[in-house]
């Protein structure tokens, strides 16, 4: 029983390089989220998707970064281009359904991204 | 822009005390989560308050959602050292439950 997997779990990029952050959700799962999380503050929504549909995407930055989740396959986040600012701890959740009130979104590891 | 504060933002106890953490809005949420986030790993959540003035117990600890429903407290009994990690608080607003606000977090460190 799987939970929501993230990989690679430490990405190392230099400036100007893409990154390409990966997240299986959970088994049943059709629905992703995106966060991320700065060193030493809390975590920041980028992105809903639903399998081939961005539903919500008012947390990406409007330059370089991109998400999808294919009908088959993981969701991909891409930064493109990266930037020392991009540094920080992607963290991809799933919920079988919109995540309503009552609804709990799961969280992967995350993935530490370092850019050099 | 929603804000989540959260206080204090470290606190570093003994095994066998009592703490408290706050988070606090000017914001009404629909409901309101708590999280513990380990280093190198991503939140887990620990309760949902939904409910005005709710209060939820999970062994040592107990949760309160404020009667106007703009802010939360998390309450440890007898603290041990496992409880060490960052609380977040995480809240969910009518028409955008895909996106939760979370707040700026609580670092607990509690030694024997």
């Known amino acids: 029983n799987a939970g929501v997997m993230q990989n690679p779990r430490h990405l190392v990029r230099r400036r100007g390089q893409e990154a390409r952050l990966r997240c299986s959700p959970m088994?049943?799962?059709?629905?992703v989220y995106w966060y991320r999380q700065l060193p030493e503050e809390g975590l920041k929504f980028m992105v809903y998707?639903?399998?081939?549909?961005?539903?919500?995407e008012s947390g990406m930055p409007k330059e370089r970064f991109s998400a999808e989740f294919p009908k088959e396959g993981p969701s991909i986040l891409r930064i493109q281009q990266v930037v020392r600012g991009d540094s920080a701890a992607y963290f991809c959740a799933s919920s079988p359904r919109l995540a309503t009130f009552k609804e709990t979104q799961y969280f992967g590891p995350g993935t530490r991204l370092l850019v050099l | 822009t929603q804000l989540l504060e959260q206080s204090p933002q470290f606190l570093s106890i003994q095994e066998g005390e009592n703490l408290t953490v706050y988070c606090n809005s000017s914001?009404?949420?629909?409901?309101l989560q708590w999280y513990r986030q380990e280093p190198g790993e991503g939140p887990v959540l620990l309760v949902t308050v939904v409910t005005g003035g709710e209060v939820k117990k999970l062994k040592r600890l107990t949760f309160q959602f404020g009667d106007a429903r703009k802010d939360s407290s998390l309450h440890i009994t007898a603290a041990q050292t496992g409880d060490t990690g960052l609380y977040l608080c995480a809240g969910i607003t009518t028409g955008t439950a895909s996106k939760l606000t979370f707040g700026t977090g609580t670092r607990l460190q509690v030694t024997l």
């Open positions: 914001s009404v949420f629909s409901s």
């Open positions: 088994k049943g799962h059709s629905h």
């Open positions: 998707l639903q399998k081939e549909n961005i539903i919500d």
